[in-house]
């Protein structure tokens, strides 16, 4: 029966390979959307069960050269900074629970510092910081001192528990917790210790010329509100950082909105490609079967009438379908693996969304169900081609000509 | 006992009666010849009898007494796998098969085997003078060629009854007697022939030699 199966495969080579591959290419769309669905989802989430800061101050003109959601997910990616004075102004609102301020340095590299690819450095003041102590323990943050640092989950370079910025040692107390975002790769220390690292940095000097000394200035005020009151305290807030003049509001439940929006969006037409792929593989299986229980009619009937019972024959058209979606559905995993990446590239040049990829149980289940769906999409298109064999009859074999 | 007792079974095609009552038993050795004009019903007897065709009426027994009518597709599919052989009118060789894979189609669906079915077909085709053709495709076969890998192909799950449909037509004499050599002498082991044919002088070979008469096949003794 195998070398049977084999031959037919053989035989309709070019069809057997196009189909398979229809198969690996919607798998691997599925696959790759799940994947990338999912660790969107997931750090979405995250953030969110991170809470950090409800609102962020950041400078006026700061939306100028970078969007809202790159702000929100990608830490401190920008040199913006506005006198530190609105920290006071801001931190008087009504149902504004803490504030804390955070200066953001310069990105560093692997040819100033030991670290790997591209880290950011941020300041917090580390009597007010609610957002690291979050992620990386309260104790950490106060353990921070003028050499301490406190590294993102995906910070690569350290060594003997230290990192060397401007070949300055610094001693790394904390890890923060993964969250999905640049802020993986961010390196925070005190305040003040990454102010007087920027104010002697090249090509920084017309910052402080346009906004002072950087002791004076901060990057962005991170505002935790009263839950209780949520609505009336964002009111306020943001009435108190328009009033500042200096600063713009960015609330966090909106931009996650807005981002869970645009993903939306994009995600619904991956999802429309992936079903449209699967019902193209399902026509195509369904033809091919079909079709080829027509063209083998004579055939068919031949091995009926030397033995084949129309279960033999029924497994011989399935097993034949089996190795192709078979095939098409392991390619097309490994595949959905490696455009996963891919994809998450494209996406990430256009939006900003925190990540965490699945773990190894969310993306089995993810394959497993990818699985069971095209079992049963061929399942579907072979019923017919199936039934056709029950009309075979083995006595044609006596009456006919020759079989091709 | 009876390898196949056939009793009464008859057959209509679109309401025209072809075959009328027709009984006849086979034992182990039994060599059958049916011979009719042409289009009078010999391929549907033998389509009935090699359980490949429903007759309208009457009753196959196998076995010793087993009612092959009423038995599922699949046990059927197995009866006819261990009881038949066929050599098919038209050869119906496949044609994207080689000759060997043609002979050991027949083990596809046979399930375990105690024999290996490459080796046995190459032992019959060799035995029919075919050892240099084991690979060749049916198109690039002789007609005579064809026939006896349609001949090598019956035999190759040694069949007790072997129902062969015109296995010399268009053959000249050479090939004719090789391939009728080869059923006569499988016949002679101890199993049974059924052949139909237009040959006088093959017909005459048989043991018992069944003619058309009033569109039942009766015994011509
Ligand atoms: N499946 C079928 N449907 C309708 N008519 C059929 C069918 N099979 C056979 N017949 C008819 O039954 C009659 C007997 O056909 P059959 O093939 O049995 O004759 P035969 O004796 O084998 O002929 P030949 O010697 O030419 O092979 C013919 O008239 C044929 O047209
Ligand atoms: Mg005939």
Not at chain 1, 117 to 126: M, N, P, Q, S, V
Not at chain 1, 208 to 223: A, I, N, Y
Not at chain 2, 139 to 164: C, E, F, M, T, Y
């Amino acid at each position: 029966m195998k070398q049977l199966i084999m031959h037919s495969l053989k035989m309709h080579k070019v069809q057997s390979a196009s189909i398979a591959v229809s198969v690996a290419l919607s798998v691997m769309i599925l696959v790759t959307f799940g994947l990338v669905y999912g660790g969107v989802m997931q750090g979405v989430q995250k953030s969110e069960e991170q809470g950090g800061a409800d609102v962020m101050a950041i400078p006026k003109d700061a939306l100028q050269y970078i969007g809202d959601t790159e702000l929100l997910y990608t830490g401190a990616p920008a040199a913006v900074y506005m006198p530190a004075e609105v920290v006071d102004k801001i931190g008087g609102a009504e149902g504004v629970v803490r504030v804390s301020p955070q200066f953001f340095g310069q990105t560093l590299n692997s040819g100033c510092c030991s670290t790997t690819g591209e880290t950011r450095l941020i300041g917090i003041d580390t009597t007010t910081d609610f957002v690291v102590s979050g992620l990386a323990g309260a104790d950490q943050v106060a353990a921070l001192g003028d050499h301490g640092v406190i590294v993102g989950s995906a910070v690569g370079g350290v060594f003997n528990n230290t990192i060397k910025i401007y070949n300055e040692e610094y001693q790394v107390v904390g890890t923060m917790a993964e969250t999905g975002t640049e802020f993986d790769s961010s390196i925070v220390a005190d305040i003040d210790v990454v102010r007087s690292i920027s104010r002697n940095m090249e090509g920084y000097e017309h910052y402080w010329e346009k906004h002072g000394d950087p002791s004076g200035l901060v990057s962005c005020v991170m505002l935790d509100l009263d839950d209780d009151n949520f609505d009336a305290a964002l009111t306020s807030a943001n009435a108190k950082i328009n009033l500042s003049g200096v600063a713009s509001p960015l609330v966090r439940s909106q931009i996650v909105d807005k981002s869970r929006a645009q993903l939306k969006s994009v995600f619904l037409l991956l999802l429309v490609a992936a079903c449209l792929m699967a019902v193209v593989a399902l026509l195509q299986l369904f033809a091919r079967f079909f079709s080829s229980v027509w063209d083998r009619k004579s055939e068919l009937a031949l091995y009926r009438a030397i033995g084949a019972s129309k279960a033999d024959l029924r497994k011989l058209i399935a097993g034949e379908m089996g190795v192709l979606v078979g095939c098409g559905i392991v390619v097309g995993i490994i595949l959905g693996f490696v455009a996963q990446t891919a994809l998450l590239g494209v996406l990430r040049d256009g939006l900003s969304f925190p990540y965490v990829a699945l773990g190894p149980a969310q993306s089995f289940a993810l394959e497993l169900a990818v699985v069971i769906v095209f079992v049963l999409v061929s399942a579907l298109s072979i019923i017919w081609p199936l039934r056709q064999i029950g009309r075979l009859d083995p006595s044609t074999a006596m009456q006919q000509g020759d079989i091709d | 006992m009876a390898l196949l007792e056939v009793k009464g079974i008859a057959k209509s095609f679109d309401g025209a009666e072809i075959i009328r009552a027709t009984s006849f038993a086979v034992e182990p050795g039994d060599i059958v010849a049916f011979t009719s004009p042409s289009g009078s019903g010999k391929s549907t007897l033998l389509s009935m009898a090699g359980l490949l065709l429903t007759p309208d009426s009457g009753q196959i027994l196998v076995d010793g007494g087993v009612d092959a009518l009423s038995l599922d597709d699949k046990a059927l599919s197995r009866l006819r796998q261990r009881l038949f052989g066929f050599v098919f009118q038209s050869t119906q060789l496949v044609g994207s098969l080689r000759a060997i894979e043609n002979v050991t189609a027949p083990a596809g669906f046979a399930g375990k085997l105690d024999f290996d079915p490459v080796e046995r077909a190459k032992e019959l085709l060799v035995q029919f003078g075919l050892e240099e053709r084991l690979y060749h495709y049916p198109a690039q076969l002789s007609v005579g060629q064809k026939r006896r890998v349609a001949v090598a192909r019956a035999l190759l799950l040694n069949p007790q009854i072997v129902i062969a449909d015109e296995p010399t037509n268009d053959l000249d004499e050479e090939s004719a007697n090789t391939v009728a050599d080869a059923l006569f002498a499988y016949a002679a082991q101890g199993h049974a022939l059924l052949y139909a044919t237009h040959d006088a002088a093959l017909a005459a070979r048989a043991k018992t030699l069944m003619v058309m008469k009033d569109k039942a096949f009766v015994s011509a003794s």
